[in-house]
């Protein structure tokens, strides 16, 4: 059977996308202020009631403000039709509930954490997701006083350096190419 380059290529990449797929976690960043999450390139704040408990508008302006370990650009969760993807994101993925809340801390149980999309049909209504079991996400007037969860988009507080693994299989790949690569050269 006859291997050329561009299927060694091919080859080696499939196997470093199977491998980046199947180690999706929440890694600490920020020297433990926040969690980075693989399944949803967002970022988390460790403390999830970081802003305390406000109206809406209040949580959307306290969130946007957040400068944690010195990176601004904060959100509150959302995602989806109901603004909830992110936080249901948190529990079926990670299993984060407010019985069990991982890597979080405590999670309050019987509140709910404002989502950044308001209510279509009434703009003075926003969503809200909480955490207790069985999940619940509802529409809230947006004066009441919910908490807010800060995420930010993408992976912070990291300087992109590979493993030491990626790199003996990028090493590995490379040397496969060039053996390859001669072996054709010979022939």
Same mark, same amino acid.
């Given at each position: 059977?006859?291997?050329? #380059?561009?299927?060694? @290529? @091919? ?5 470093? %996308?199977?491998?980046?797929?199947? +180690? /999706? ?5 920020? %020297? ?17 009631? #970081? ?13 946007? +403000?957040?400068?944690? %370990? ?19 994101? #948190? ?19 019987? +509140? ?7 209510? /279509? ?7 809200? @997701? ?9 529409? @809230?007037?947006? +004066? ?5 969860? /800060? ?24 040397? %496969? ?11």
């Amino acid at each position: 059977m006859k291997v050329t #380059l561009r299927t060694a @290529f @091919f080859v080696i990449i499939f196997t470093f %996308g199977i491998v980046s797929v199947t +180690n /999706a976690a929440l890694i600490s960043r920020l %020297g433990g202020l926040a969690y980075y999450d693989t399944t949803l390139d967002i970022t988390w704040s460790a403390n999830p009631t #970081l802003t305390g408990i406000g109206a809406w508008d209040q949580q959307i302006t306290s969130v946007s +403000n957040l400068n944690i %370990g010195g990176i601004t650009g904060w959100r509150v969760a959302s995602g989806g039709t109901y603004g909830v993807d992110e936080y249901l994101s #948190l529990y079926q993925n990670d299993g984060i509930t407010a019985a069990t809340p991982g890597v979080f801390g405590s999670l309050p149980s019987l +509140n709910f954490f404002w989502t950044g999309m308001e209510f /279509a049909q009434d703009t003075s209504k926003a969503f809200a @997701f909480s955490f207790s079991t069985p999940l619940d996400f509802d529409v @809230f007037n947006k +004066n009441f006083s919910r908490h807010a969860w /800060a995420v930010h988009d993408g992976d912070v507080g990291t300087v992109t350096v590979p493993a030491p693994g990626t790199i003996a299989l990028m090493g590995l790949g490379l040397a %496969g190419l060039l053996s390859l690569s001669r072996r054709h050269r010979v022939h």
